[in-house]
């Protein structure tokens, strides 16, 4: 039997969205649901914490993460009075918590909030953890800078997200992801959007200064930190793995339409970056990137993650 490996309550980031090349690719929206399911639960069994960053939308890639896993995972000694950090930190853009209702946050606290921490990025270094208590939201710093704020009906909670300061979507992105990198000690990258204006209904368009997945492993392999990209999915992630020199160019999604103009810079920007990757990231990236074996993927990915984690490996804080 496999030992489980320990991540010692370290944060594993997952940086992905549904592709819409999935099916193109001769694969079920299920099967790509269930690579994100495993991944989280192993890195939950391995004792770490699962960084995310999105939306709150009902039917979502995020809320299917939280019903289908967290409650059959999260450790008991979190159900019995929150003595450890739970197992979820969600983070959710400035611009996007605008967007969202009083009501959906108070109905995700209620149901996952004991083993779900949600933090609002109103800066890189400025966090408000949400909670619930009892018929109430509360809002706090995590630095504990300022009183929390108590919040219980709509109005107050439309007046609240007013008096933050106001950003574009894309600095909302950018503040949310570089958070991310500060809290993060090993990222996985998965499908993504890829700016192409042929798919339907704009499911590929990104709204940051270039896609989530560039733009968070641009930053793990400035910040040398350890990344595993799953080409096999498609998405912004294939396109990145080609990028780096992983994996042949033959084997890009053809595009449908026209391509948003940031796209072609952030290819630019990642083939630049792939002359930094260095050789661990290199040969841990080309282990994994076209396997789609699911469960057993998604053991090996957080075991190898865990090993260059060990001191001995590594030089992260």
Not at 58 to 74: L, P
Not at 78 to 87: F, Q, V
Not at 143 to 165: M, N, Q, Y
Request: charged letters at 25%; proline letters at 5%.
């Amino acid at each position: 039997m496999n030992a489980i490996p320990n991540l010692h309550g370290r944060v594993v980031a997952l940086s992905m969205s549904p592709p819409a090349d999935l099916g193109r690719l001769g694969f079920p929206t299920t099967e790509f649901d269930q690579v994100v399911f495993n991944l989280c639960m192993r890195v939950i069994r391995a004792q770490g914490r699962i960084l995310f960053g999105g939306h709150l939308q009902e039917g979502g890639i995020t809320a299917r993460m939280f019903e289908c896993i967290a409650h059959a995972y999260a450790p008991p000694a979190l159900r019995e009075g929150g003595r450890m950090a739970k197992p979820f930190l969600h983070l959710l853009p400035l611009s996007e918590f605008r967007r969202v209702s009083f009501a959906r946050v108070f109905e995700i606290q209620s149901q996952f909030g004991s083993f779900l921490e949600t933090r609002v990025i109103v800066d890189e270094n400025v966090h408000l953890s949400v909670s619930r208590r009892s018929d109430k939201l509360t809002i706090h710093d995590t630095e504990g800078k300022r009183a929390p704020f108590i919040i219980d009906t709509p109005a107050d909670f439309a007046k609240f997200s007013s008096d933050l300061p106001t950003r574009r979507e894309a600095d909302a992105l950018t503040a949310m992801r570089n958070a991310a990198r500060i809290l993060t000690r090993a990222r996985i990258a998965l499908g993504g959007k890829r700016g192409d204006l042929g798919v339907s209904g704009d499911r590929d368009r990104f709204f940051g200064a270039m896609p989530g997945i560039y733009e968070e492993t641009i930053s793990s392999i400035e910040s040398r930190t350890p990344f595993v990209v799953l080409g096999a999915y498609g998405g912004a992630a294939r396109d990145v793995a080609i990028d780096l020199g992983l994996i042949d160019p033959n084997l890009e999604t053809p595009y449908l339409g026209e391509i948003q103009p940031d796209y072609g810079d952030a290819r630019a920007r990642m083939r630049e970056m792939g002359r930094e990757l260095s050789q661990a990231d290199r040969d841990t990236a080309v282990e994994f990137v076209l396997r789609e074996d699911c469960e057993v993927l998604a053991r090996d990915v957080i075991a190898v993650i865990a090993r260059r984690l060990e001191p001995s490996q590594t030089r992260f804080r």
